[in-house]
């Protein structure tokens, strides 16, 4: 089993920064994609930024230039760097992660945090 915990949301004004983490563990064999996705008040949950093993990543257009999605391997953790910030942003910030579910398969499992709240104000 793996478990995926999530840090760094808050409170910020517009223009400011967060930098949210995801640390995953349990019983990890192996990590492919990591990927954090958002979802506001009343809306669907939608991709914000994700990021392979190999470094390869994918932004949605509203947050390009704006946040950097990073990872290290080494600790399993993914990261978010989130810069000028804007009261769009608001919403719950949710990671998840594909974890091998055997060895000697190609099978993996998707494996999601709780969430972590950012609220921008104006």
């Known amino acids: 089993q793996v478990q995926l915990v999530e840090s760094g949301g808050g409170l910020v004004q517009a223009g400011g920064s967060l930098r949210l983490s995801c640390a995953a563990s349990?019983?990890?064999?192996?990590?492919?994609?990591m990927g954090w996705y958002r979802q506001a008040p009343g809306k669907q949950r939608e991709l914000v930024a994700t990021?392979?093993?190999?470094?390869?990543?994918n932004y949605a257009d509203s947050v390009k230039g704006r946040f950097t999605i990073s990872r290290d391997n080494a600790k399993n953790t993914v990261y978010l760097q989130m810069n000028s910030l804007k009261p769009e942003d608001t919403a719950v910030y949710s990671c998840?992660?594909?974890?091998?579910?055997?060895?000697?398969?190609?099978?993996?499992?998707?494996?999601w945090g709780q969430g972590t709240q950012v609220t921008v104000s104006s």
């Open positions: 990021i392979a093993t190999g470094g390869t990543t």
């Open positions: 349990g019983s990890i064999r192996r990590i492919n994609n």
């Open positions: 998840n992660a594909q974890h091998l579910a055997a060895y000697g398969t190609n099978v993996y499992v998707l494996y």
